[in-house]
């Protein structure tokens, strides 16, 4: 079974960028949609953003217009780029597919000043 590891979460200002990565253990060419998730202490984790094999991608409202999902099939990682980030950003971030897999460690993304 495919497993996903997350990476580049950090401390960020109000207003500024983080790239995150989602390093598949296998190739990633014959899932259909994989996606970027969120959970804050206390909450249920919450959907972000997904994309599908052909590119077609979704976003939750909250982060529309400041996220973008990516996919490289070659180098099997998945991508979300965050700017404009909000301290309500703050979050462990996890990427998963569809159906899901067991859940990774995730990456932790902190926005403050």
């Known amino acids: 079974q495919v497993k996903l ?15 995150l990565s989602c390093a598949a253990s296998e190739s990633i060419k014959t899932i259909g949609v994989m996606a970027w998730y969120r959970q804050t202490p206390g909450n249920d984790r919450e959907w972000v953003a997904m994309i599908t094999a052909v590119g077609s991608t979704q976003y939750e409202d909250s982060v529309k217009g400041r996220f973008t999902i ?5 180098k099997n990682t998945m991508y979300l780029q965050m700017n404009s980030l909000k301290p ?4 462990v971030y996890y990427c998963n597919r569809l159906p ?12 403050s000043s």
Not at 100 to 111: E, Y
């Open 70 to 74: 990516s996919r490289d099939n070659a």
């Open 88 to 91: 309500e950003d703050t979050a």
């Open 5 to 19: 590891v997350e990476s580049g979460g950090g401390l960020v200002q109000p207003g500024g960028s983080l790239r």
């Open 100 to 111: 899901k897999i067991p859940w990774g460690q995730g990456t932790q993304v902190t926005v």
